[in-house]
């Protein structure tokens, strides 16, 4: 488009058209202030408007490139709204849908962009495809090669510090966090073990296990808490908070 423009020159019905060096790219505008992150991102505790709830985590996602994930997470934990995006993607992840993954992409992208008509009906649907963009957006930025810590690891830790720690939510001031629904999506359906691992326990009787029930949503919460326990940075307290409080190599392996 733009070596098209140029090829006119000086013609009087564009103007002048300036060199490609002049324009400068959307997602670097949007990183020149805060506000407009903080802003897209806090339209994700909306859960009136799915579509913009839906938009607001794939404009992060574009954003998030390997060197502003840092500089994203800076952005939302300065923010006058920080508490409220953290709480808005939270209960994303807590929500109950069990539309089916394939069938909730699906929907999203036949109800929502531009020019898409307005569907009634679709709300559980579209709630599941946004958390399923969610979960993409952590598998994206919680790779090995990833800095730390950036946007998403602030999302799923409530904060982000290079002294990070996965709370208890029980722990008297601790607040739940993406990680914590994560675990607990993967959790329900698998009972703990009894002492020394021999019999399980009956708690989860009649509950089936997610990857038996949404298999491609279950899929994506094993792959981020992999890549946390992979990650150089968040291996530790990871593996740590898993093996401690929630015999989760346990109770996943038995």
Known sequence: FIPYLSALGDNPVVGEVQPVSYYIRLDQSLLYGSDYVSAIAAYVSYPLYHELMLLSVKILSALASPSSVTQLAAFLDKSADSVRILDGFQKVMDSESLVDVELAEHVAEESTGAGAPDVEGNSDALTQAIRVAILDFFIQNTQPNRAYPN????????????????????????????IHSIIDMVNL??????????????????????????????????????????HPRTSEFSMRYLRSREEFFTRHLA
Request: proline share 4%; charged share 20%.
């Open 189 to 230: 359906g698998v009972p703990r073990l009894k002492s020394k691992g021999k019999r399980r326990q009956h708690g989860a009787a009649g509950v089936q296990a997610l990857m038996i029930t949404l298999p491609g949503l279950a899929e994506r919460c094993y792959q981020v808490i992999y890549q946390l326990c992979k």
């Open 151 to 178: 946007v998403a690891h602030l999302l799923l830790f409530g904060k982000a510090a290079a002294d990070n720690q996965i709370q208890d939510p029980a722990a008297l001031g601790a607040r739940r966090a993406c």
